[in-house]
């Protein structure tokens, strides 16, 4: 299909790739509030707004099956398609799971995926009200739409961010990639020698980031009771380097974070060295990490501080003419850039 | 991952594993007003219903490139999600589109993708309001989510249908699966001579039908104007053997289907006859025909007549307990039975 006259994918990037395809088809429905741009549509019929979200799970881009089990994997799924809810300040109430199965599948295999997607379901008290299940003849693909509701005012859009802002993150960062590097590690020992036993003790934290994810749930509702309504959020899946230059695209900012306050855990450092990767590329650029970030006026900084003391304040955004910089404890600036996709 | 112990998903077949899958999980938010077991999940926020349909076209299962534009394709997926709106009586205006890419693609194959994507929605009226683009290991996934609403009152489940109420059927049947065998035989005769050129002339309406299949927008506006109110409705897109049971059991009756008036267009009984298929085999299982079926109480046997020239009363619903046959004009009574999938 591809000639010489063809423009590769790779050559254009994700980011690009998504910017130019979104220009094809502009917006005309009335009911559509917010289209391509930011976590999720968000559509109003009559006085409501549904928000709405998309994510594509593929078998050896998203999970190998080696070492992910079908429980976790259904938990996983969900908590991907909600932390896009969460990221609009909504709270999701129902999803949809289409599944494409290939014949290596047994009828409990699915079973067992969706008990992962029951567990999911009740964690996040979501109704799963329809979805697909067709033949694959290749890998396992899964999809979910999630689906959710905001409170009057309270819908946050990627675009909303204002210079001066804090920038705050809930959680740590680079865990569930360093999860994945360590499963990843195992599968090739075994791979060379059946008979050894994988070396995982010692590594949970860093293992159930990858493994069994946990949207933010719990911060929605904390930001509700405060109360803060960010200016502006994003779920940081991507990895934070990526995401937060989608935030400020969006919001059209830069921004500065401190490299010493991003959030790393001791676990997610202790197997960097071990492997010899840096901590700190895998928190800008591991993914998977669905943690949110978001902003709020200056004003906030002590009811942030107080109110939510699990949040990092790891930075501000700034003019957009002073561009997006990671600064570092001896003052220099390193112009953050997006990875995006790396299998294409 | 299977083992003996194991059931296999051909033991079970299709539609018992949706039944036992959606039984893991039961619908606890006040907002799902219908969950598994329609064309699609209705969700009210306030006072606003909301109509959501998820669609999977895997590669090799659903489509194939060798004789499938990628124009074609973009425009063929639309109508899939769009028909299950349509066959609520509701009004899709917004969708959702994720895409799985593996590196043979170059971006103009996806702007060509998106071309016929786009001719849908300024055809059906939708906005394409997000997605998920990602890579694929393996060939092209693609996932359609449609969203819609309808008007207060006019919402049609497959479950309201009673017996006496007349059967009711948009267009022809058989004609796509036809397009489709057509197709593969020259791709068969093509792979034992790639000097031979196809031979498609005089087939334009079967092709047509498989590779740019049109959704019944029309018949949604033509029941406004009557007005008439469906009792109950489902797309035919499974063949309309499996889809008049899946109506029968949510509705709770059985049905008689008269054979002799089966729409079945000409050219599909005449490549039928080429290539010695039964027609009426083709109209019973063949699938992708995306026509509505739908019930309306006997009293409105004339205005359907009348106002609907182009639907034919194919048949009635009974009790339950008189089963679900096709009648054949010498009186035979053959039981209608599903095949779902094949390719598993």
Redesign the interface.
């Known amino acids: 299909?591809?000639?010489s006259e063809?423009?590769?994918?790779t050559?254009?990037g994700?980011f690009r790739?998504?910017d130019?395809?979104?220009k094809?088809?502009e917006?005309?429905?009335p009911?559509?509030v917010?289209?391509?741009g930011?976590d999720?549509?968000v559509?109003r019929?009559?006085?409501?707004?549904?928000v709405?979200?998309?994510?594509?799970f593929?078998?050896?881009?998203?999970f190998d099956?080696t070492y992910t089990p079908l429980k976790h994997l259904g938990y996983k799924l969900v908590t991907a398609g909600v932390s896009d809810i969460y990221a609009m300040n909504a709270t999701p109430?129902?999803i949809?799971?289409?599944?494409?199965?290939?014949?290596?599948?047994?009828?409990?295999?699915?079973?067992e995926l969706?008990?992962g997607?029951?567990i999911a379901?009740e964690h996040y008290?979501?109704?799963?009200?329809?979805?697909?299940?067709?033949?694959?003849?290749?890998?396992l693909?899964l999809?979910i739409?999630a689906?959710g509701?905001a409170a009057e005012g309270k819908m946050t859009y990627r675009s909303g961010g204002k210079k001066t802002d804090l920038l705050c993150l809930t959680g740590d960062l680079g865990a569930a990639y360093m999860g994945l590097q360590l499963l990843e590690r195992e599968k090739r020992i075994f791979a060379g020698n059946p008979q050894k036993q994988p070396q995982l003790e010692g590594y949970d934290y860093i293992l159930r980031r990858h493994l069994k994810p946990e949207a933010r749930k719990d911060i929605i509702d904390m930001l509700a009771q405060c109360p803060i309504v960010p200016t502006s959020m994003i779920d940081v899946s991507d990895g934070l380097a990526s995401d937060v230059l989608h935030l400020c695209k969006q919001s059209e900012c830069g921004v500065r974070i401190y490299l010493e306050r991003l959030p790393i855990a001791s676990e997610t450092f202790r197997f960097a060295d071990e492997i010899h990767i840096d901590a700190v590329t895998a928190a800008l650029h591991g993914g998977d990490d669905y943690e949110l970030l978001f902003t709020a006026p200056v004003t906030m900084h002590d009811t942030i501080q107080k109110e939510l003391p699990n949040i990092d304040i790891i930075g501000h955004l700034c003019d957009a003419s002073e561009g997006a910089y990671l600064l570092t404890p001896d003052n220099q600036a390193i112009e953050l850039t997006a990875q995006g996709?790396k299998?294409?």
């Open positions: 299909m591809k000639t063809k423009t590769a994918i050559a254009l994700e790739l998504i130019r395809l979104s094809i088809i917006l005309k429905q009911s559509t917010k289209g391509i930011d999720a549509a559509i019929y009559k006085n409501a707004e549904t709405v979200s998309a994510e594509l593929l078998e050896g881009i998203h099956l109430r129902q949809l799971l289409s599944i494409g199965l290939s014949k290596r599948f047994a009828v409990e295999d699915i079973e969706y008990a997607v029951k379901c008290g979501l109704d799963l009200a329809g979805g697909d299940t067709t033949t694959s003849l290749t890998g693909a999809h739409t689906i509701e996709w299998g294409i």
